[in-house]
């Protein structure tokens, strides 16, 4: 089944995965309540494409989790803020941050002896 597809799904959880169940949109909304608001940043930190950023943004805006603010006119350049739409899934990111600190903590592997 289509992401897409799941729009119009009984389910809550399905609608809403719709709009945020990849790992591009929800790591540009990490972003965003981590104080993040252009578009260079998102790139920077989510190592996504340019494209990807592109539709990402652009659907987050559809849908009225941000909103765009323009900074600069030629080119024309926006800041992306959070609404008080998209301020409210701050509970699920957090428990998705608290959760991977204590099921997934950071394996740091062991640096080489430099003798051996």
């Known amino acids: 089944m289509k992401w ?3 729009e119009d799904d009984w ?19 990490r972003d965003c309540f ?3 608001t252009r ?10 494409t340019r494209h990807i950023i592109a539709d990402r943004l652009k659907r ?6 941000l909103e765009q603010k323009a ?3 030629r080119p024309v350049r926006y800041d992306y803020v959070l609404t ?14 608290d959760w991977g600190r204590t099921h997934l903590p950071i394996r740091r592997s062991a640096k080489p002896n ?3």
Do not use: M
């Open 11 to 29: 389910c809550p959880v399905a609608r809403t995965l719709s709009l945020v169940g990849d790992r591009w949109t929800l790591l540009i909304l």
């Open 84 to 97: 008080e739409r998209g301020k409210e899934l701050a509970p699920a990111l957090e428990t998705f941050r």
């Open 114 to 116: 430099a003798t051996e």
């Open 4 to 6: 897409r597809a799941l």
């Open 71 to 73: 900074y600069q006119q």
């Open 60 to 65: 987050l805006v559809t849908a009225g989790l």
């Open 34 to 36: 981590l104080g993040q």
């Open 39 to 48: 578009f260079e940043a998102f790139a920077r930190s989510t190592g996504a």
